[in-house]
């Protein structure tokens, strides 16, 4: 569930912006609901750095309620070159239920170096008290298509592409989750104007996300955020930012989760 952010960010964003676009330097603070208990915290900034690097940084945080049940902590980040638009390095180390997951992607023209740290316990819960049923590390280097994003850059690319959405139109691009290339689908489902959180009466696109293999863009049997076969939803803000307000999945063992926004801010 962790990786709803993965998200979410990258996904959707879509398509918007000419200039230099205001938010690459944000604030979104979004409560994790389950069952109508708020059960998370996500917080996640992003600001320019030197060279031309924006650099962002998210954390997953569990509240007590769900640590008996299924435990979700961790951060990850990225940095990216927003005048080249190319991913230079993005990290994640999460705990989701009952895995462990540490890795770290640097890349560097056509290629990236992975490195990897996975472990999978006995429970769900937390702490882990059982002993492990896999502990697994791997390190390597791969060749990449030349427009591979790592999850979080994608969702800056696509934010910033200059183009307008419409109802029907979908988006393909390369991403890297885990260390695989694989093809992210977006499509815009609908727009309306609905009370959205945080910012009160607003128009928005209700965006639908999957995930291919890039051999022959048939959509895979799982999600890129989730150890699931449910397909992400996002409400993302008709206006200059794009901001998404809602994303919801359904997650193994708990069922649906609602990432909800809470607070967004801009300096």
């Not at 049940?69 to 070159?81: A, K, L, P, T």
């Not at 640097?106 to 990236?112: C, L, P």
């Not at 965006?207 to 022959?216: E, G, H, I, R, S």
Request: charged share 25%; net charge positive; proline share 4%.
């Amino acid at each position: 569930m962790i990786r709803i952010l993965l998200l979410f960010c990258l996904v959707f964003a879509l398509w918007g912006q000419t200039n230099e676009p205001s938010f690459y330097n944000e604030t979104f603070v979004y409560t994790i609901q389950w069952k109508g208990m708020n059960v998370g915290i996500v917080k996640m900034q992003t600001k320019k750095g030197e060279n031309s690097m924006l650099k962002t940084l998210a954390k997953v945080t569990s509240l007590d309620v769900m640590k008996s049940i299924y435990y979700v902590q961790g951060s990850f980040g990225s940095v990216w070159n927003y005048l080249t638009r190319r991913p230079n390095y993005a990290f994640e180390e999460i705990y989701q239920g009952e895995t462990y997951q540490k890795r770290s992607f640097r890349f560097e023209g056509r290629t990236v170096s992975v490195e990897k740290h996975e472990q999978t316990f006995s429970e769900t819960s937390f702490p882990h008290t059982g002993p492990l049923k896999r502990d697994f590390k791997d390190k390597y280097t791969k060749e990449i298509n030349e427009s591979t994003q790592d999850l979080l850059g994608a969702f800056y690319l696509i934010r910033s592409e200059g183009k307008s959405p419409k109802v029907g139109d979908v988006k393909q691009l390369y991403v890297l989750p885990a260390g695989s290339e694989k093809i992210l689908i977006l499509k815009v489902l609908d727009k309306k104007v609905i009370d959205a959180p945080f910012f009160g009466r607003k128009e928005i696109f209700h965006v639908k996300t999957a995930l291919a293999n890039p051999k022959d863009a048939r959509p895979d049997e799982g999600n890129l955020f989730f150890n699931t076969k449910s397909q992400i939803e996002m409400l993302i803000t008709n206006d200059n930012n794009f901001v998404p307000v809602q994303i919801w999945a359904e997650v193994p063992v708990i069922g649906r989760v609602d990432v909800i926004l809470a607070r967004y801010s801009q300096p």
